[in-house]
């Protein structure tokens, strides 16, 4: 079966990513913005993907037989494609956006750049705000051994042809210190404007500027860069036995201590440098990476924004709600009707307010909720504390091991549990990413009634910002009782409950789906309109992939819309002739999933929070809820379709960009989303 591994395939979309940065109808600095997105996410990738390949390179040649793997292969293959990204991005910098800045009279210069004023000024900065923050260490016999933070961004300093031919110094030295961006409050200091000129410089440079002064004995002092990507590959899901807690605790001091996954060097060092660093980390050739003079490209989030509207986005104010009311009670709205919720374009705070409301509401028994990233200063935390601390009964799924945010979620959960709330942690072979609220409430006529809502994005205002998701608001018995089965689930893992309406993973939505695909294979096979429509953030799962292949062998229409991971490979004669795939990178992160299956003329619509990865089909909970109610399942298609068409920011593939047609319009579905739900609530009126 043909596929594009993994790794590759998200590499993909990384190249999507600095195809954002290049795109001159990109503002300005939003390019930049894109830049620093693909840094950091490059910084994950060998962080996770490359350390998890390189230790199954150590493993004996048996085992990787086993596993069915060929990581020296695949190591090869993917350090290649990142060499390759990494030499495009360097000139995207160079020869594409800092052109670009001068062009608008910014000027981010070297420390080789500035005039005879402007080295003054930045000796003199450098003396006021910087030298107080350095600590330099010596690199010599005495120091036995060298530990370098993760994601840190270091300078070395090669010390060469004393002053003082008598003096009683070494002839060379090498001394390393980390950059101290946090303490200096960013990685770029502004340098006084001339005319409508403007100078930015790296504090990098600052410290090549003022190193001849921290060093003035030696006559030649040469400043280079270094940073470190350490393996972050927590390793839990092995674990089947003790303490989850104090496993992800003792984990997380691991992850700042693991084996070095990727250094990045300035390729002018000067090999004594770089014999140095090596000796006194252990780090070997295979983890060296040549990079360039600056690392840490995520730093550009923190650019300056000189005060210009037309460098961003302009401003998207989040739409007011069509349905929900903006005062009052939103459990009286969610008892006469479902809702949808379209995050980033409508509001967050309706979760947040519904939270509120039923932490106050005398009526409400019970809150039940599963968290896997939530906010740094999380109001949908803050409401469950005060309902927990009002005497309801609060129930919250935390996930510890959600990647880089089980610190965060470490601490929620000791808040919840002090305040009296029931903290589930979920078992360590399993992980919760199911998006789910449940709220209980006693009516009027003495029974309990259940309002649920289901989301593909997390309980995350912040991320809600960022994030396109949908979320629906109901208090529909048919899935509301299924969801309080899957909250029985998740307290004990003892009875897997009988859904007829959900499909949650790991017992029922791999099989489930797989009956709908045969569903549709079955009806292509008796000439009938069969057809199969995805949005996915990720398809790499081999059993569904061949499943996928079987029904275009069949005759079935599919239609994939992926953002990130996609290992099918369409439009191959023989087996993927009938389908089509396509990428979308823009603005804001594609995050809702949404499965399509025509089923004989009566289609079924799913939103979901799985993609189509094993580990979300067999080693998580996820749910997919279908839309049960005709005019939310209408609204659901209607903004798939903007996405099936788009003709602007849409890939293929190959990353080639899908253009109009010749008479077809431009569709940029952000846009187009915005304005269609910007007219939601006029059309809602006038019903």
């Not at 993760?150 to 008598?166: E, H, I, N």
Request: hydrophobic share 40%; aromatic share 8%.
């Amino acid at each position: 079966m043909k596929t594009l591994s993994r790794d590759l395939s998200w590499l993909r979309f990384n190249a999507r990513v600095l195809q954002e940065a290049q795109s001159p109808t990109v503002p300005l600095l939003e390019r930049l913005k894109f830049l620093a997105i693909f840094s950091s996410n490059l910084d994950e990738f060998f962080k996770v993907r490359v350390a998890t390949l390189r230790r199954l390179v150590k493993l004996k040649k048996k085992t990787r037989a086993k596993l069915g793997e060929r990581p020296k292969r695949q190591l090869r293959e993917v350090l290649a494609e990142v060499h390759r990204q990494q030499e495009e991005f360097g000139v995207t910098f160079r020869e594409q956006l800092l052109p670009a800045l001068n062009a608008h009279h910014i000027h981010l210069l070297s420390e080789a750049e500035l005039t005879a004023s402007q080295r003054e000024w930045t000796a003199q900065y450098f003396e006021e705000k910087v030298r107080n923050l350095l600590s330099p260490v010596v690199l010599d016999d005495g120091l036995h051994h060298l530990f370098l933070k993760d994601q840190a961004v270091y300078l070395t300093f090669f010390l060469s042809q004393p002053r003082d031919p008598k003096a009683r110094i070494d002839a060379e030295r090498v001394l390393i210190m980390e950059l101290p961006t946090k303490r200096h409050g960013g990685r770029f200091v502004r340098l006084p404007d001339e005319g409508e000129e403007r100078y930015v410089l790296f504090l990098d440079d600052v410290v090549r500027v003022g190193a001849a002064a921290l060093f003035p004995a030696y006559e030649q002092v040469a400043v280079h860069a270094v940073k470190l990507s350490r393996d972050a590959e927590l390793d839990i899901e092995e674990e089947v036995s003790g303490d989850l807690m104090e496993k992800i605790r003792s984990s997380l001091s691991k992850r700042e201590t693991g084996f070095p996954a990727r250094m990045l060097y300035d390729p002018e060092m000067p090999k004594e440098s770089l014999r140095a660093i090596k000796q006194k980390t252990g780090i070997g050739d295979e983890e060296l990476v040549e990079g360039s003079r600056y690392h840490n490209f995520r730093d550009f989030f923190g650019f300056p924004s000189f005060d210009e509207p037309s460098f961003r986005y302009p401003p998207r104010p989040t739409l007011p709600h069509p349905t929900l009311p903006r005062t009052g009670s939103l459990l009286a709205a969610i008892s006469q009707r479902d809702h949808l919720l379209h995050p980033p374009y409508e509001s967050f705070d309706s979760v947040t307010r519904l939270l509120r409301e039923a932490a106050i509401d005398p009526q409400v028994s019970a809150i039940s909720i599963t968290l896997y990233r939530v906010a740094s200063k999380s109001a949908v935390v803050k409401a469950l504390l005060k309902a927990a601390r009002r005497g309801k009964q609060v129930t919250a799924v935390v996930e510890l091991k959600a990647r880089f945010d089980e610190e965060s979620n470490l601490f929620w959960a000791d808040k919840l549990q002090r305040a009296g709330a029931h903290v589930i942690f979920t078992p360590p072979e399993l992980k919760c990413h199911a998006k789910l609220l449940l709220i209980a409430r006693r009516e009027a006529n003495d029974t309990t009634r259940q309002y649920a809502y289901f989301s593909t994005g997390n309980f995350n205002e912040s991320t809600s910002e960022l994030y396109t998701d949908h979320g629906l608001f109901t208090a529909d018995e048919r899935l509301t009782r299924e969801a309080t089965a899957v909250f029985g689930y998740l307290r004990d893992q003892s009875v897997t409950p009988t859904l007829e309406h959900l499909l949650v993973a790991p017992f029922g939505l791999r099989s489930c789906l797989n009956t709908l695909i045969d569903y549709e294979i079955k009806q292509a096979k008796k000439g009938k309109e069969a057809y199969i429509i995805l949005k996915l953030n990720a398809l790499e799962d081999h059993g569904m992939i061949a499943k996928l292949y079987a029904a275009s062998e069949a005759g079935v229409r599919v239609e994939l819309i992926v953002r990130g991971i996609g290992c099918l490979v369409p439009g191959q004669a023989g087996f993927s002739e009938n389908i089509s795939q396509r990428c979308l990178v823009d603005r804001y992160l594609e995050h809702s999933r949404v499965y399509v299956f025509a089923h004989g003329g009566q289609e079924k619509v799913f939103v979901a929070s799985a993609d189509w990865m094993t580990r979300n089909l067999d080693r998580r909970v996820e749910v997919a809820f279908p839309m049960l109610d005709e005019g939310l399942r209408a609204e659901i298609r209607h903004l798939l379709d903007l996405h099936r068409h788009d003709n602007v920011k849409a890939r293929d593939f190959e990353n080639n960009f899908i253009l109009p047609t010749e008479g077809e319009k431009p569709l940029r579905v952000q846009e187009a989303t915005y304005a269609w739900l910007k007219g939601a609530k006029k059309r809602q009126r006038s019903k």
